[in-house]
């Protein structure tokens, strides 16, 4: 069963919507003992990154997951606390995926990016599967992430940041796919794909 992160930034609600359109089996967890019980876990987030990362620590989540073997989904901030830290706040990050996040330049473009836009696929994936460069997605962000080797997919606002990563048993979108339509359920799929697939239940076992 999937378990979504149930903390004071998490959207919570429209995740589980979005599940339950795919007849996903799912559960809020708040602590690491409940996270254990799960298949895998979607790490929801909306709003300041700082006060994200305290919500996570007042329970010890933080720590679950720098150190989890599970799947794990990160969506908007919960994508951006992977990274090592972010400028909103100073913000010190999980230390997963290596990076620091900085904010648009709003002399260049309004800020946040806010609406549809399109990526471009950069690396192959399960995550990946099926979709194609005219897509769009549902973003609502202020601050990105840099492009790097971790990076699947990028897209363009004022400049170009990673759309979509992975490291590990980790992976990171920054639209929102819970919003996004018939393309943000084929993603969510792909992940459910990918955590329900032989290879992925072997290496849980291991």
Known sequence: MIA???????????????????????FFAETPEELESARAV??????????????LKEKGVDEWLKNTKKPVLGICVGMQLMYENSS??????????????KKFDESKAKVPHMGWNKLKSTG???????????????FVHSYYAPVSEHTLATCNYINNFS?????????????????????GSMILQNFLDLVYSPKAANALDK
């Open 163 to 183: 759309a979509i990563v992975a490291k590990d048993n980790f992976i990171g979108v920054q639209f929102h796919p819970e919003k996004s339509g018939s393309v």
């Open 4 to 26: 979504i992160i149930k903390y004071k930034a998490g959207n919570t609600a429209s995740v589980a919507n979005a599940l339950e359109r795919l007849e996903a089996r799912y």
């Open 124 to 138: 192959q994936h399960p995550i990946l599967k099926n979709l194609i460069e005219k897509n769009y997605l549902y």
């Open 42 to 55: 979607i790490f929801p987030g909306v709003g300041h990154a700082g006060a994200a990362m305290e919500s």
């Open 88 to 101: 909103e706040g100073d913000t010190a990050g999980l230390g997963i995926i290596p990076g620091s996040l």
